[in-house]
């Protein structure tokens, strides 16, 4: 597909597109920025336009059987790794074995590692070698959310390419395009998404139904005081779908606390519910606040039993019961 498919990239697209325009890709990238704002999306793109048959300046056709093995990533030159938790040593063990042994006749070979802030010191030694003597024809392109956790090694044999947010328009757009929400959740999808198309799209897969639904129960156990412990597991993706809709909950409690209206309310069709757990607490800015550090915490791969133990003891704090003050007047 053509360069023009990613949007909200522009800076990325004019960096990249430039540079295998002219022949000139660097040997390493480092793709930065949110969680599902387009980096793999990129690494398949700039892949068809540059083994695309009948490619043009714009990028890949897109339609040729090279693009499509790319975009289903079966394509023999680009080998993705990661993406789950913690990039272990022996994914990247074999990923090297690869670089070291794939036929050069390939004619470029792209090799991603999703998550290379989250890499096991072992894994990131590992790689390391590799950077620092690629072989020719390879481009390696690395990803990461939180650039700080990425060694410094690593960073600087890359060239950094930064993603942004997308604003809520463009979010919106593709939320309708792909069908990832039914018309009355298509609001409260975008706001959880938060600028991230594939955070709406993972919010479609794990059924919003489900999330608006978990996380309305973990509200409700709180001020019933009745949750005294968190759940014992939960998959990383699933609970930052999870920790974006408390947020967007707790926005719509501290509106209606703030104006006692239903307007700029993202939940509408749940006015009731907003309205009850209003009165139940004292203080959702500070919730909020926990919420925040509770992602920061996720993007930082600390480990998931721990943040959710301390968002319960945190979030249990922060709840007013029945002693709230009213559910009218300023904050
Ligand atoms: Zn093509």
């Not at 980096?39 to 336009?49: H, M, P, V």
């Not at 794990?206 to 019933?224: E, F, S």
């Not at 757990?277 to 039993?305: K, Y």
């Amino acid at each position: 597909m053509p360069w023009t498919e990613l949007i909200g990239q522009t800076g990325a697209v004019e960096q990249l597109q430039a540079a295998l325009n002219r022949n000139r890709l660097h040997h390493a990238y480092l793709f930065h920025g949110p969680t599902g704002v387009g980096k793999r999306t990129a690494a398949r793109i700039l892949t068809q336009a540059w083994h695309c048959r009948v490619k043009s300046a714009e990028g890949g056709c897109g339609q040729c059987r090279t693009c499509r093995l790319i975009g289903e990533e079966l394509f023999p030159g680009l080998t993705m790794i990661g993406g789950g938790g913690s990039v272990r040593l022996e994914e990247v063990r074999e990923m090297v074995a690869r670089v070291l042994t794939a036929p050069l006749e390939l004619g470029g070979r792209v090799f991603v590692v999703r998550g290379a802030d989250r890499m096991t010191a072992e894994a990131a030694n590992r790689l390391l070698k590799v950077l620092e003597e690629p072989p020719p024809e390879t481009v390696f392109i690395l990803t990461a959310t939180a650039l700080e956790d990425v060694l410094p090694t690593i960073r600087s044999r890359c060239l950094q390419v930064a993603f942004a947010r997308l604003t809520d328009r463009q979010v919106d757009a593709l939320v309708g395009e792909h069908g990832w929400a039914v018309s009355e959740e298509r609001a409260v999808t975008v706001a959880l998404a938060g600028g991230s198309p594939g955070m709406a799209a993972a919010a479609a897969d794990n059924g919003m139904q489900q999330i608006r639904a978990d996380v309305g129960a973990w509200l409700k156990a709180w001020v019933g005081r009745e949750a005294e412990s968190p759940p014992l597991e939960m998959e990383r993706d699933a609970l930052e779908l999870r920790l974006r809709m408390l947020a967007a909950y707790m926005r719509d409690i501290m509106v209606w606390k703030k104006t006692g209206q239903s307007e700029g309310i993202i939940n509408q069709d749940q006015i009731p519910f907003i309205r009850e757990q209003a009165a139940a607490w004292a203080d959702p800015v500070a919730c909020l606040m926990t919420i925040e550090r509770a992602n920061r915490w996720l993007a930082h791969n600390v480990h998931i039993g721990l943040l959710l133990e301390v968002l319960w003891i945190e979030m249990s704090e922060h709840r007013g019961g029945k002693y709230a003050d009213s559910s009218r007047g300023p904050l």
